[in-house]
């Protein structure tokens, strides 16, 4: 078995190589590739992974020529700099690390607060120029002062933490915030409208969205107090910059400090020059324990992906632990060909899948199965596919999926799963589980008993309950001089609808199709792949 190569293509430490390489994961390192489009296009087409920092851009174009990419790891929480679209189209699961350097950016927030309140940075400048202007830089305290986080998650949580720590009081608009969550931490949740109202010094934690592209707008830095101080370490567009710059020219706004900007290098900004405002250069994550963290972190999770299947902090995948990996393994599997079974019988436009989970798979990461049975029900639909992309394609396409999950298994048996596919025509469905051996099979179509293994060839056919089909069926395949593997045979009742399931060593012609279809007791048969 080939070791998994993993390439990384920014400035990572040490350390992080020696995890791929004691898991016993190739891995080439390039710290300066990722700043060449053209020749990381070119040498990415080896890799099973990438593992990156911010300098590279992994472009639509890039993933088109990533062949085996399976996986991008970002040592760090923003995925800007990678087209998530492209990639889950590819089927490449993109994973971050949003705790390794969660402290170290709250932590310069907070050090940033501070540099605002008390002129730090140009009382530093004045000083080592041989000046002595004691009088000049008269600051504010803190203590008091009404802060107001804007995006209550990860960091943002820490840095209300360390202001209820400075005797602040802390307000907090998060609409994910749950009153709990806020009781928990001290904070009073309040609507953006309030908090610009109120708050002494605003600091920005949340991502850069749609809902949160100027999200202080020149209309909501109007509504802030007068004197208001704005921090921002999150990202850069989440505030007007020419407003504020406009804000901070009327006094209106008494001061800004700013970690981030729209436009990354920073080299002109509408805030440099200003005497009230203090500028760093994307220094949130800059700390030596910080880089460390999240390049061990992103080595480790790649690490246990291309090794176990594992997938720990995706931005576009349910994750699965490493400890459920190999059980979800046979499910997943299950999950997909029980899918495609009902996806190659179905001709109609889909309208919705359900998955009913029964048993101990219902107590299971029933996410990942239900991308796997999407999956399989539209890929002969869609060649290109994956379980990335599938909820997402099903969702473009109006396909209703749902999920339903039952403790008692049907049937005596200990896990189950039921696929129905709701199309124009008519709804089907079959279910199936896993045996001891690791292996999936179906158990039921149409709601009829089989006991049918998967296999790459095999043909299904519905027939009336009568004598002499066995036979016609068999004389048929032998004068094909295709082999049987399997046969699995179901009926309703006697004499009644039933069903063959069988597996065949090779693939199976239309033309031995329509012959069996001429068979008398035969309603329909089809060649089924796996």
Known sequence: MLKPRVLISDALSPAAVQIFKDRGIEVDFQPDLGKDKEKLAAAIGDYDGLAIRSATKVTAKILEKATKLKVIGRAGIGVDNVEIPAATAKGVIVMNTPFGNSITTAEHAVAMMFALARQIPQADASTQAGKWEKNRFMGVELTGKVLGVVGCGNI???????????????????????????????????????????????????????????????????????????????????????????????????????????????????????????????????????????????????????????????????????????????????????????????????????????????????????????????????????????????????????????????RDYESFVRIVVEAEDMARHASGTVFQDGKPRVTEIRDIMVDAEFAPNMIYVRNADKPGFIGSFGTLLGEAGVNVATFALGRDRQGGDAICFVSVDQPVTDELLRKIEEIPQVKRARSVRF
């Open 156 to 410: 943002g949580s820490i840095v209300a933490e360390r202001g209820i720590g400075l005797r602040m009081k802390v307000i907090a608009y998060d609409p994910f915030l749950s009153p709990e969550r806020a009781i928990e931490l001290g904070v009073e949740k309040v609507e953006l409208d309030d908090l610009l109202r109120r708050a002494d010094i605003i600091t920005l934690h949340v991502p850069m969205t749609e809902k949160t592209k100027n999200i202080l707008s020149a209309e909501n830095i109007a509504k802030t107090k007068k004197g208001v101080r704005i921090i921002n370490c999150a990202r850069g567009g989440l505030v007007d910059e020419v407003a504020l710059r406009a804000a901070l020219d009327s006094g209106h706004v008494a001061g800004a400090a700013f970690d981030v900007f729209t436009e990354e290098p920073a080299t002109a900004n509408p805030l440099f020059g200003h005497p009230n405002v203090v500028c760093t250069p994307h220094l949130g994550a800059a700390t030596t324990e910080a880089q460390e963290n999240v390049a061990l972190q992103v080595a480790e999770q790649m690490s246990d992906y291309l090794l176990q299947g594992a997938i720990q902090n995706a931005v576009n995948f349910p994750s699965i632990s490493a400890e459920e990996a190999p059980r979800l393994k046979p499910f997943v599997a299950l999950a997909e060909k029980l899918g495609s079974f009902l996806g190659q019988l179905t001709e109609a436009p889909i309208k919705g899948i359900r998955i009913e989970y029964e048993g101990d798979v219902a107590e299971m990461n029933t996410r990942a199965l239900t991308s796997a049975a999407v999956t399989g029900v539209l890929r002969p639909f869609l060649q290109d596919i994956n379980m990335v992309s599938a909820p997402v394609i099903a969702r473009e396409r109006g396909i209703t999926v749902e999920e339903v999950k039952r403790e008692s298994a049907a």
